[in-house]
């Protein structure tokens, strides 16, 4: 399968670097002459990131051609964009990929425009989706999966499929702006950064407390069982607390209310978010277990300062 990248910056160079390592032909078109060359030096590092030698990243990238031309995606079965976050440009690039390859599955990974917007002056938009991936992207597992108003379930599957034969972790997500993953990341950083800006940290200690708090733990539990487990009785307190002191963006969410009237407390009352089917000391056990991994790594490879 042919893979046509369009613009090989920060995240479309690292996208080349994922399919030459599982095998992929790899077409990338970029405009700019001095990044075509950085790009081919940040493919080749990647790969030897991945554990290639320097023959096997000389092997891989026989599978990678690039040039300016956009013509070149005639030949592609997948395009992936990572042109810059600006929606016009977005629009103009899908419409003129559409019409050279009618065939191909298009795919944006804008950060936050919704697919409605991005895929707006594209032909056969039923070959249309939005695969958002974190940089970087060689090594981060997880892409949000945006389906737009008309994908098909045919792009939606082969598209996941694709992923998952790269090593993805697909995540599908409804079409909203921002969808998931960057509402959480902008809320939490920019907490983070009104924390500094109020004096309350200086910036290099809230990065350590971060990390040795919520990211200690959000490498084995996403944040809505860290929450069963701190009660969804005691969060609705916080919630409450921090509204009347700092305002309405510390709201409770309803759904959070609504545990808690029910009585679902979360791990302790044996539902919240989640259902627990097993007795509690076995629960115990198995959050011990793998938190335990992490506090390993983290007192073995010093990650303490
Ligand atoms: N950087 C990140 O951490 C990150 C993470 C997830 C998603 N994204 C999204 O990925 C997209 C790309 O971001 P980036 O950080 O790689 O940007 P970047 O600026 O590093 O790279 C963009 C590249 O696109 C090229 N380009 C410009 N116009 C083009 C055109 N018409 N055709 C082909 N190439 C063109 C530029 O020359 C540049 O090399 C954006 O939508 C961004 O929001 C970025």
Redesign the pocket.
């Given at each position: 399968m042919r893979i046509g990248l369009?613009?090989?910056?920060?995240?479309?160079?690292q996208f080349a670097t994922v399919f030459l390592e599982h095998g992929y032909y790899v077409i990338g078109?970029?405009?700019?002459e001095n990044?075509r060359q950085r790009?081919e030096a940040q493919i080749r590092q990647g790969l030897r990131t991945l554990g290639n030698s320097d023959n096997e990243c000389t092997e891989k990238m026989k599978g990678f051609f690039v040039t300016?031309k956009?013509q070149a995606l005639a030949e592609a079965e997948f395009i992936l964009?990572?042109?810059?976050?600006?929606l016009s440009?977005?629009r103009?690039?899908m419409r003129t990929v559409s019409h050279i390859n009618p065939n191909a599955i298009l795919s944006?990974?804008?950060?936050?425009?919704s697919m409605k917007e991005v895929f707006t002056l594209a032909h056969n938009r039923e070959r249309t989706i939005g695969t958002?991936?974190?940089?970087?992207?060689h090594l981060v597992p997880g892409v949000e999966v945006i389906a737009g108003p008309d994908t098909s379930e045919e792009t939606l599957c082969r598209t996941c499929q694709l992923l998952k034969e790269v090593s993805k972790i697909p995540v599908q997500v409804a079409d909203y702006p921002g969808f998931v993953v960057n509402r959480i990341q902008m809320a939490m950083v920019q907490e983070a950064i009104r924390c500094v800006e109020e004096g309350i940290v200086p910036a290099e200690q809230l990065d350590l407390l971060v990390r040795a708090t919520l990211g200690f733990r959000l490498v084995e539990f996403g944040p809505l069982t860290v929450a069963d487990w701190a009660g969804l009785d005691v969060y609705e307190n916080i919630f409450n607390y921090l509204t009347e002191k700092l305002g309405k963006r510390f709201e409770c969410p309803r759904l959070l209310k609504e545990e808690v009237d029910q009585g679902r407390f979360g791990v302790k009352s044996g539902a919240g978010f989640f259902q627990y089917a097993e007795d509690f000391a076995s629960l115990l056990a198995t959050r011990d277990q793998a938190l335990n991994k992490q506090r390993q790594v983290w007192e073995g490879d010093g990650c303490r300062s």
């Open positions: 369009l613009g090989l910056g920060t995240m479309g160079s078109v970029e405009p700019d990044q790009a300016r956009i964009e990572a042109v810059p976050e600006d440009l977005k103009e690039v944006s990974n804008t950060s936050a425009f958002h991936w974190f940089n970087p992207p």
